[in-house]
């Protein structure tokens, strides 16, 4: 007979149909080795777990390095080493390319990483689990070198909308060095809209890029990132209906986020002397 621990929000048995692809026992497994190549290889650093509320919260995040998105990578390997496998659940919401690619996707689907819809994410977040949402997608995550230290959201409101309606607190988490680990020389939104990738493939840009082995090339495939220092910070949760009530200025709630995140993430890029070399 289950004990009454199996019955408590957020355990994996509740939440199992909408993380049906997670495996604990292969993250228990395979977080040490994981997270001892990414100190080395990344020599990452995150803080401010502590700042993380004992209920389910929907992390909002800027999104670097293309389709390998190390900083989410760090941040996953991270939450499980100070949360354990154990405890709350975290799912991180994808684009499909990185689900369904057939060995990266399998990894990703093991470790949590689901397919970036609303109807999930609002689903987990009930069941008790916490979701990690990148609102500004591949915008964000293939923005040029000289913006790699902005926030670019591209000004998506859905996460704010999702965390209101759920009833959660935002927890903002910023990184830099991702968008380090590759190089993007031009924004390829204009490309995109050109080729009709962004109807076709819910692909926003396509732009200019360098990358190991591939050299240059327009888009991203699957690279090996160039081992820049990876730094995240988790921020101080924030509360959209205590701070702007029942019926939010969702433009007044995009730009406060926004500019928070911004501040932070600029303050954490001021600690990088050389780039890549941290």
């Known amino acids: 007979m289950a004990g ?17 692809g997670r495996d604990p026992e292969f993250i228990r497994k395979m977080l040490p080795r994981f997270w001892l190549w990414a100190r080395m290889y990344f020599r990452a650093e995150v803080s401010g777990f502590e700042n993380v509320p004992d209920e389910p919260v929907l992390f909002v995040g800027n999104h670097s390095g293309g389709s390998m998105s190390p900083d989410t ?13 154990e405890g709350r659940p975290l799912a991180a919401l994808a684009h499909d390319i990185v689900v369904r690619t057939p060995w990266m996707g399998s990894i990703a689907r093991k470790m949590g990483i689901v397919l970036a819809r609303p109807k999930t994410a609002a689903n987990l977040l009930a069941a008790g689990a916490n979701v990690l949402v990148y609102p500004g997608g591949d915008v964000d995550a293939l923005r040029r070198w000289r913006d790699r230290n902005k926030i670019m959201f591209d000004g998506r409101q859905g996460f704010l909308r999702l965390a209101h309606s759920a009833g959660v607190k935002i927890v903002p988490v910023v990184a830099v060095g991702g968008q380090e680990t590759f ?31 591939w050299g240059l090339l327009p888009g991203d495939l699957p690279h090996v990132p160039f081992p820049a220092k990876i730094r995240i910070e988790v921020l101080p949760p924030i509360d959209l209906r205590e701070r702007f009530g029942d019926e939010p ?10 500019s928070t995140m911004q501040v932070a993430l600029s303050g954490l890029a001021a600690k990088t002397v050389i780039p890549v070399f941290g």
């Open 4 to 20: 009454p621990q199996d019955d408590s929000p957020g355990t994996p048995a509740q939440i199992a149909d909408e993380l049906k």
């Open 249 to 258: 200025d969702w433009d007044e709630a995009y730009g406060y986020v926004a």
């Open 73 to 85: 990578f760090v941040f996953t390997l991270a939450y499980h080493t100070f949360f354990t496998v």
């Open 183 to 213: 190089f993007v020389l031009n924004d390829g939104r204009k490309t995109a809209r050109m080729l009709r990738f962004d109807k076709l493939l819910r692909v926003k840009s396509v732009p200019l890029s360098l990358s190991f082995p």
